[in-house]
């Protein structure tokens, strides 16, 4: 079976552009997160979707914005990106949204992407 | 705010050696996970931890939750080159289990 799948795999900008980044999630999985692992660090928690709503929120600005479709394939967006923004975007799916505990998420390979 | 601090960050060791990384917080988790990242691609969940003092094996492979629940370590026995990796443990954040807060993570380097 496929795995989570992203693309694209390395996307280059320039500052005050817009990007859009885009995930599948593995087949039957119904929940999607999305992160940004800045080098040298640990994942930062964006957004979670589930059943196309968006169920969870992390500490970014207004800028970054999400959405997921019927087919549970999800985009992140980004506007007037920033040199800060440079990092690996990384999306995770899972079954249920799973407030209740174990549960496993399975990430992607990620989407490198660099602001110049 | 839950931070997960991870130590050391780098650490480098030949072939066969034994190595332990750590994962401490000034905060409670109801559970811990750990993660192997490699280059080009995503963390790949490795275990979970729920219980405090629990110790789970994974082949070569010993993990431990302190029993305050706040600490948890990876002991790796006889390293392999294929253990070289970045690895990382996560929590679910306080007031929201759909969030993961992760630490700054260990770079492993094995040598042959």
């Known amino acids: 079976d496929a795995g989570v799948t992203q693309s694209p795999t390395h996307l280059i900008k320039t500052r005050g552009q817009h990007v859009t980044l885009r995930c599948s999630p593995i087949s039957g999985h119904k929940s999607v997160s999305w992160y940004q692992q800045v080098l040298g660090q640990g994942p930062q928690f964006i957004f979670q979707y589930y059943e196309k709503e968006e169920r969870g929120r992390g500490n970014f600005p207004d800028r970054f914005s999400a959405r997921q479709f019927p087919n549970y394939s999800s985009e992140l967006n980004v506007n007037a990106l920033l040199l800060g923004d440079s990092a690996l975007y990384l999306c995770?799916?899972?079954?249920?949204?799973?407030?209740?505990?174990?549960?496993?998420?399975?990430f992607g390979p990620g989407t490198r992407l660099t602001v110049t | 705010t839950q931070l997960l601090e991870q130590s050391p960050q780098f650490l480098s060791i030949q072939e066969g050696e034994n190595l332990t990384v750590y994962c401490n917080s000034s905060s409670v988790f109801s559970s811990l996970q750990w993660y192997r990242q490699e280059p080009g691609e995503g963390p790949v969940l490795l275990v979970t931890v729920v219980t405090g003092g629990e110790v789970k094996k994974l082949k070569r492979l010993t993990f431990q939750f302190g029993d305050a629940r706040k600490d948890s370590s990876l002991h790796i026995t006889a390293a392999q080159t294929g253990d070289t990796g970045l690895y990382l443990c996560a929590g679910p954040t306080s007031g929201s289990a759909r969030q993961l807060t992760f630490g700054s993570g260990t770079q492993l380097t094995v040598l042959p």
């Open positions: 995770a799916s899972r079954i249920t949204q799973g407030t209740g505990y174990p549960y496993e998420q399975y």
